[in-house]
């Protein structure tokens, strides 16, 4: 029988006070994994658990910036002593800035990719010790439709994630060999706050997309909750350096013509 089950696990999703991460973790908990994430801010955490207990979660929240390797560390240390070794890591807190490229500053560039690459490297390199010594372990990271194409003003996260997909296939290769699988979810068009600005009425962005998703219709968080159990659960356990794309078909499709 194939084990979707997260019994017994402990599962880390960074910036998951809300958002796709908030839903993975819910999703996750519900398949019976213990649930662990971080936020910026404590009022963010706070907000977190507060979100987690309406949903009759017991979540275990921690301020960390994850772009702080020392953040990083200590939080990995508390959580290992106060909660458990982390089975399950994903890579999900990320950010994005639409600025055409020329008008955009090096310093915002590199902001994205610190956040959106540099950070699932260290968060990522933090949990890897003791996954090697349990002999097993999950890490998902949050790519994109931009680890696959770019568009206008998104330079920097299209690196990002592009660079992340390259990042989930490197931790693969490098430690399959420990019963340790890295894999990706690669999101469509998501409704959530960070693509908000791209969705207000009569915004030309939200009738483009759904003309380009097969599906048409933008994503919703509880689409990317089977996918994610999948790639956490045992049943993936031979499923290693994979992006799964969970995008209605977008990939796939040249685009609807204009009517
Ligand atoms: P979101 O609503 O903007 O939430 C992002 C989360 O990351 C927030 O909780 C944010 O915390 C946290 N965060 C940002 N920088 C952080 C840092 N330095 N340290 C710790 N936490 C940090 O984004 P989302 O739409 O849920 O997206 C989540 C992930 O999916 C991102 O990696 C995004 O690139 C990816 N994605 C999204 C879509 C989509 O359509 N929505 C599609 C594909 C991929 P604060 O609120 O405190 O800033
Ligand atoms: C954008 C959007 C996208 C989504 C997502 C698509 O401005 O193009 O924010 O980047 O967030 O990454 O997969």
Request: hydrophobic share 45%; glycine share 10%; aromatic share 8%.
């Amino acid at each position: 029988m194939v084990n979707f089950s997260l019994e017994g696990k402990v599962a880390l999703v960074t910036g998951a006070s809300y958002g796709i991460g908030f839903a993975i973790a819910s999703a996750y908990a519900r398949a019976g994994a213990t649930i662990v994430f971080n936020d910026l801010k404590q009022e963010m955490v706070d907000n977190g658990i507060a979100s987690y207990a309406a949903q009759g979660i017991k979540a275990h929240g921690y301020v960390c910036d994850v772009t702080n390797e020392n953040q990083v560390n200590e939080m990995v240390a508390k959580i290992e002593k106060e909660v458990g070794v982390i089975d399950i890591l994903v890579n999900n807190a990320g950010i994005i800035k639409r600025i055409p490229m020329i008008e955009m500053t090096a310093a915002e560039f590199r902001q994205v990719i610190d956040v959106d690459l540099n950070a699932p490297f260290i968060v990522a390199k933090a949990v890897l010790p003791s996954m090697i010594k349990k002999g097993a372990g999950k890490i998902i990271n949050i790519c994109s439709m931009m680890s696959e194409l770019g568009r206008e003003t998104v330079s920097a996260y299209a690196a990002a994630k592009g660079g992340l997909k390259m990042l989930t296939r490197n931790i693969a290769s490098e430690y399959g060999e420990y019963n340790i699988q890295c894999n990706g979810i690669g999101p469509g068009y998501i409704a959530t706050p960070q693509t908000a600005p791209l969705r207000t009425p009569g915004h030309p962005f939200n009738s483009f997309i759904i003309a380009k998703t097969p599906a048409a219709r933008w994503g919703t968080t509880e689409d990317l909750e089977g996918p994610a159990i999948f790639l956490a659960s045992e049943a993936s356990d031979f499923v290693n350096g994979h992006v799964l794309y969970v995008d209605g078909g977008i990939l796939a499709y040249i685009g609807k013509q204009p009517q």
